[in-house]
Every structure is written in C-alpha cells, then in structure tokens.
C-alpha cells in the first residue's frame, strides 16, 4: 500500500480536491449544511480518496484563509487527521492561488495575488515563499449575485433569485461599461452588460480598496516589484469580464486573470505538497 498526497480546497460554494498523480478528482458544489461541519466535509472527501486504489493514510494539505485563527487552524488539521490522514499540512488560500497560477513565490521579488472567492477576497504578496502581507475581506461572488438581485429589483421591479442573478453574470457581465453590451432576458426584463457593470460597482470598489490597503501596507521595494510585474487574478469571481481592467483602472496596478482561475487553489495545494520549503515556511500546525 502507498501512501498518497492529497490536496482540498474547501471553498465557500465549491469543494475541490486533487490526488497527486491524478490531478482534480472532485470539482462539486458545497453542500452548505457540510460547510458548517468541517470535519464531515473533510471525512467524505478523505474517505473518496482512500477508496481509490493503493491509497492508504494519505498525506493532506488543506488551504485556509489567511485570517483564520490558530483554534481553527488546530481544529481543521485534528479534523483532516480523525477522518484518516497521516500527516496534515495547511497553506494559506492566497500563497496556494499563487502557486497554482504559476506564480515565481520563491523569489526574493515579489508576486502580488487576489484572489476572489465566493465568499471572501484575499490579497497578498509574495516574496521567499513566504507572504509578506496579506487581507481578507468578506466580499466575493456572492455580493456580487446580490447586488444585481437588488439592481433588478429597483430598476425592473422583478424579483430574481442569486442563483438567477449569478446566470446573468456569467452569460453577460462585466466589471465596466461595454461599447457593444451583451443581453440577456429574464422574467421579461432585459438586462444588458453594462446594467450588471453599474450593479457591481460598491463590491468591486470594496476589493480594489482591499488591494491598496496591501500595497499600502507593504514595503516600497516590493510594491515596486508588484508594479513591474502586475497583480494576478484569481477564484471564480475573477472571471468577470472586464475585471482586471477595472482593477488596473483603480489601484494604478497592471492586473491579468490567472489562467483557468477557478480551480487556482486546489492545483497550489497539490504543487505545494512538492515543495517542502512552502511547507515549511508555513506550517501552522503539523502531526
């Protein structure tokens, strides 16, 4: 029997997991109610993986938001060790994002990271694998769903879902005005790109705030670094047209969108599981 690695990123509205080897096994919406139990979330994705073939007390990284306390930390790796894991490491959501989007992170220059979740958005820079300075805030996605729900109901009067509303983003939004917008009808209103774009406008102003307050935070000669080389995008929330113009236009900051965003996390988590020095560097808690 081998023992394998295993790396999961348990994500507001999608779980993931990769199996090195194998790449991503699991790419599934949350299951809210398993959200709040971490440690059933965390049993059924190890159990998927034990049950695969010569898969035996795996080894385990789990990617965590950057603020989330030493309890929690300590929590979620005895949570990851009762459901079978051999050893558990953790690794920040942002540091993982960074790599999984081919990030240099070892370097003494600095990479700058955001990436925007369902739920939260975390900024960082990077610099020797290690992050340097790092916020969190409580805006993703779902504000974004939410505030064209809000949009739709002021200035169409018609009440839409999120889920609805999250359709519409995908199928026409954009962070800014569109010369030629996209259309797309719902419950007899027709809403264009450039409705979702002023319908955004206070939860993507709250991030780029998000990405300054880092900047501002950071030492000169990295924030120079970040400028050279550009702030990378990443998380489901990235793929909003248009976005990394809007955050260039805000921050004064050359941004681009990681390649295949979504899954950023849970690919940094398994090449993390490679790299001793990131592992190292930022162990929270380890058995």
């Not at 990436?115 to 790092?134: H, M, P, R």
Request: some cysteine; proline content about 4%; aromatic content about 2%.
């Amino acid at each position: 029997m081998l023992s394998r690695k295993i790396g999961i990123d348990l994500g507001t509205s999608t779980v993931r997991m990769c199996i090195k080897g194998e790449g991503i096994v699991v790419n599934e919406p949350s299951d809210m109610a398993l959200q709040r139990d971490t440690a059933r979330t965390l049993q059924q994705l190890i159990g998927k993986a034990k049950g695969r073939p010569r898969l035996f007390k795996p080894e385990v990284i789990v990617s965590v938001p950057s603020a989330v306390t030493s309890t929690q930390r300590r929590a979620l790796t005895e949570a990851a060790i009762s459901a079978g894991a051999r050893q558990v490491w953790l690794i920040d959501e942002p540091l993982a994002a960074a790599m999984g989007a081919g990030l240099p992170i070892g370097e003494v220059r600095a990479c700058g990271i955001c990436e925007l979740g369902a739920g939260t958005t975390e900024v960082a820079v990077i610099s020797l694998s290690g992050i340097v300075v790092a916020n969190s805030i409580p805006v993703g996605g779902h504000n974004l769903d939410e505030a064209i729900v809000a949009y739709v109901k002021r200035r169409h009067n018609v009440e839409i879902t999120e889920h609805a509303a999250e359709e519409i983003k995908l199928a026409v939004g954009s962070a800014v005005r569109m010369e030629e917008p996209l259309y797309q009808v719902i419950e007899g209103a027709q809403i264009s790109s450039n409705d979702v774009a002023e319908a955004v406008q206070e939860p993507l102003r709250r991030i780029a705030d998000a990405i300054r307050a880092v900047l501002a935070e950071a030492p000169a000669e990295l924030v120079v670094d970040i400028r050279e080389r550009g702030l990378v995008l990443s998380g489901g929330a990235a793929q909003l047209r248009g976005l990394a113009g809007f955050i260039t236009s805000l921050t004064g900051i050359p941004s681009a969108v990681a390649q295949d965003p979504q899954t950023s996390v849970v690919r940094g988590t398994g090449l993390a599981l490679d790299n001793f020095e990131v592992l190292r560097r930022n162990q929270s808690y380890l058995r």
